[in-house]
C-alpha cells in the first residue's frame, strides 16, 4: 500500500549557527544521521503547531516560527512518499533537553553543516540558500 508522510523540519538560527540533532541508533531509518529538528505532521494540526511540538519534544524548546523555507518531496521507499516542509525558526531560550530520539545535538557553523548533515539536505540548503542565513 502506498503511503505520503508530511513532515515538518524547523532551521533554528542563534548566533550564526543552526542546531542540528543526531538521531539515535535505535531508530528505523537515518539511524545515526544528522538533521534539523522535526517530524511528521499528527492529523488535525498546522504546521507551526507540528513544529512547535517537535521542538518541544525532541530538543525541549519553546520556538516561534516565522515563515516557511522550501518545500520538496521524495521517496524513501517504492510505496512511501516524504512531502518535506522546512520554516525558518527562533527562540529565546538556551537549554537544550534532548528527548531518545537523538543522541547529539551540535549548534553547528556553516563548515560542520557540510561535514555532519547528509548531502540530500546540504543540497536542499544550497539550492533554497538556506545557509545564506548564516553569511549575515
Not at 19 to 42: C, D, H, K
Not at 112 to 129: A, M
Request: glycine share 6%; with cysteine.
Amino acid at each position: 500500500m502506498n503511503e505520503i508522510k508530511v513532515v515538518v523540519k524547523g532551521v533554528l538560527v542563534k548566533n550564526n549557527k543552526i542546531l542540528i540533532v543526531q538521531r539515535s541508533q535505535i531508530e528505523t531509518v537515518g539511524a545515526g544521521t544528522w538533521e534539523t529538528v522535526g517530524g511528521n505532521l499528527q492529523f488535525g494540526e498546522s504546521f507551526k503547531e507540528a513544529l512547535m511540538r517537535e521542538f518541544l519534544e525532541e530538543v525541549g524548546l519553546n520556538i516561534t516560527v516565522k515563515n516557511q523555507l522550501f518545500s520538496t518531496t521524495f521517496h524513501t521507499s517504492k510505496t512511501r512518499q516524504i512531502v518535506l516542509l522546512t520554516f525558518l525558526c527562533d527562540t529565546e531560550e538556551e537549554q537544550i533537553t534532548l528527548s531518545d530520539e537523538h543522541l547529539n545535538y551540535l549548534w553547528a557553523t556553516k563548515d560542520e553543516l557540510y561535514k555532519l548533515l547528509p548531502k540530500e539536505i546540504i543540497t536542499d540548503f544550497q539550492q533554497h540558500k538556506v545557509l545564506d542565513l548564516l553569511d549575515s
